[in-house]
């Protein structure tokens, strides 16, 4: 069992620049790959990155390459999700999830945890 906790949402303007974790319990940390994804009002769940358990291999959707940088720490369970450039569309609650998976790590089925999410809000 993985509990996680997200953490540093908050209001942003348009341009700017978030940093939000996901502290996850258990002795296993590094087994999993670690995803976020989000969800905006209104709109399905998607997919935004992922980061295998060693750290060595990253996935991030179109939408935010470039901008968003996802990392971990193992020794501290805790995976990170750097936001920069923020657009107001980018409005949703951010959830991280775990997933013990050889596949692409991007899609939801993959994933058995997930934390309760937390707002990110963009003004523009």
């Known amino acids: 069992q993985v509990h996680l906790v997200e953490s540093g949402g908050g209001l942003v303007q348009a341009g700017g620049s978030l940093r939000v974790s996901c502290g996850a319990s258990g002795r296993t940390f590094s087994s999993y790959v670690m995803g976020w994804f989000r969800q905006a009002p209104g709109k399905e769940r998607e997919f935004v990155a992922a980061?295998?358990?060693?750290?060595?291999?990253?996935y991030y959707a179109d939408s935010v390459k470039g901008r968003f940088t996802i990392s971990r720490d193992n020794a501290k369970n805790t995976v990170y999700l750097q936001m920069n450039s923020l657009k107001p569309e980018e409005t949703a609650v951010y959830y991280c999830?775990?997933?013990?998976?050889?596949?692409?790590?991007?899609?939801?089925?993959?994933?058995?945890?997930w934390g309760q999410g937390t707002q990110v809000t963009v003004s523009s």
């Open positions: 980061i295998r358990g060693s750290g060595g291999s990253t």
């Open positions: 999830a775990a997933a013990r998976t050889y596949g692409s790590a991007q899609l939801e089925y993959e994933y058995d945890y």
